[in-house]
C-alpha cells in the first residue's frame, strides 16, 4: 500500500473544473515530482491533499486513513505538512516565532527543542537570524524558513510547492540540496515545481500534469529523457 494514494480526484472552482479525474501514488520515502506548465492544476492538487480545498469528487487516503474531508490543521496532525507557494512566513514575527509555530501540533518542550536545534543545524542562517522579524529575509532565507516550520512538526510526509520560486541560482541549488538531505533524514517528499530539470534530478518518480490531467508518469530519468517532456518542460 502506498504512503498516499489520490483516486479520480476531480476539484471545481465555481463552474470552471481545474481537476479532472486524476490519480497517482507516492510510496513511503520517495520523492515525488509533480510537473507542468502554470495553471494545469498543481497547486489545486497540493492544496486539496493538505485539505486547503475540498474536492468534487474522489478521495485522498494518507497511510490507509482516507483524509479527504479532514480540516486542514487536523491533517497536519496525521503527519503531513505543506510548505506552500510563496512561502507564506508570518513577516512580523521573529525566526524563532515562526519555527515555534510550525511545532503547534507537539507537546514535548525537550523534543521541540532538540527539533530546532536540528533545523539550525541544517539552516545555519536561521539560526544567525533567529530573531529577525521573517519579513527581514532574503527570498530564499524566507524559503527556509518557510521549509524550517514545516519540519519542526515531524512530518511523514512534506508537500512542497514551488520551492525554488524567484530565487537566485545559488539559492536554487542549496534549496534542492535541502530537499535532497530532507528525504535521506527519512521524510516523504511530494514536490511541486516550475523547474521541472531540478525536479526530475532529484525525484524518484514523476507525473506530468496538462489542463488538469496526469498525462505522462514513470521513473524520473526516463521521464528526463523522454522527448515530449525535454521539449516542453526542460527547455532542449
Known amino acids: ?18 481537476i479532472k479525474g486524476i490519480s497517482f ?16 492544476g498543481k497547486t489545486t492538487t497540493l492544496h486539496t491533499i493538505s485539505g486547503l480545498i475540498a474536492p468534487k469528487h474522489g478521495t ?12 486542514a490543521h487536523k491533517i497536519v496532525y496525521a503527519g503531513m505538512a505543506h510548505v506552500p507557494e510563496g512561502r507564506r512566513v508570518f513577516p512580523s514575527l521573529s525566526v524563532l516565532q515562526n519555527l515555534k509555530l510550525g511545532a ?13 536545534q536540528m533545523i539550525y543545524k541544517r539552516f545555519p542562517r536561521l539560526e544567525e537570524r533567529k530573531n529577525q522579524p521573517a519579513g527581514t529575509l532574503s527570498g530564499g532565507e524566507q524559503q ?8 519542526m512538526s515531524k512530518p511523514r510526509i512534506i508537500l512542497m510547492d514551488e520551492p525554488s520560486m ?10 534542492f540540496d535541502i ?19 531540478k525536479a526530475l534530478s532529484i525525484a524518484d518518480r ?31
Do not use: C, W
Open 1 to 18: 500500500m502506498a504512503m498516499l494514494e489520490i483516486r479520480d480526484l476531480e476539484v471545481y472552482y465555481g463552474m470552471i473544473q481545474a
Open 25 to 40: 501514488d507516492v510510496n513511503e520515502g520517495e520523492v515525488i515530482a509533480l510537473i507542468g506548465a502554470n495553471g494545469a
Open 60 to 71: 485522498v487516503t494518507f497511510e490507509g486513513k482516507d483524509i479527504t474531508k479532514i480540516p
Open 104 to 116: 503547534y501540533t507537539r507537546n514535548n518542550k525537550d523534543e521541540i527543542e532538540e527539533s530546532l
Open 144 to 151: 527556509m524558513l518557510a521549509m524550517g516550520r514545516a519540519l
Open 166 to 175: 524567484g530565487l537566485s541560482p545559488i539559492f536554487v541549488n542549496e534549496i
Open 179 to 197: 530537499i535532497k538531505q530532507v528525504s535521506a533524514s527519512g521524510t516523504t517528499v511530494l514536490l511541486v515545481e516550475q523547474n521541472a530539470k
Open 206 to 236: 514523476g507525473y506530468v500534469l496538462e489542463t488538469g490531467r496526469i498525462v505522462l508518469e514513470g521513473n524520473a530519468q526516463d521521464l528526463m529523457n523522454d522527448e515530449s517532456v525535454k521539449k516542453a518542460y526542460l527547455g532542449e
